[in-house]
Nanobody, 117 residues
Framework: VQLVESGGGLVQPGGSLRLSCAAS????????MGWFRKEREFVARIGRL????YYAELTKGRFTIFRDNAKNTLYLQMNNLEPEDTAVYYC???????????????WGQGTQVTVSS
């Protein structure tokens, strides 16, 4: 099982980034997916077929989670980024649709996002 995040980097405040999470070694469409950051703080999650996206209050309507099951890939579009968004972002897979990090079975290694002028 592998989850590999990419798309992080350095961006100025107000800028945008799109994170990707490539999944392999398991049936991607059988799992709900989530994004977390820092010490596994919940950011967003989405159902197996792309239904019921749900976001943490911290995203303030700036982030969009979506997935492409044909490509076994999860995405997080982040707009209007703020310095407080600086963190390592992780994707994770769960058999249940949840915001609870301890219910996520598989985790990626993370990708660094730095928001700074």
């Amino acid at each position: 099982v592998q989850l590999v995040e990419s798309g992080g980097g350095l961006v100025q405040p107000g800028g945008s980034l799109r994170l990707s999470c490539a999944a392999s070694g398991f049936t991607f469409s059988n799992y709900a997916m989530g994004w977390f950051r820092k010490e596994r703080e919940f950011v967003a999650r989405i159902g197996r077929l792309g239904e019921n996206p749900y976001y943490a209050e911290l995203t303030k309507g700036r982030f969009t989670i979506f997935r492409d099951n044909a490509k076994n890939t999860l995405y997080l579009q982040m707009n209007n980024l703020e310095p407080e968004d600086t963190a390592v972002y992780y994707c994770a897979a769960s058999t249940v649709l949840t915001t609870m990090r301890n219910q996520y079975r598989y985790w990626g290694q993370g990708t660094q996002v730095t928001v700074s002028s």
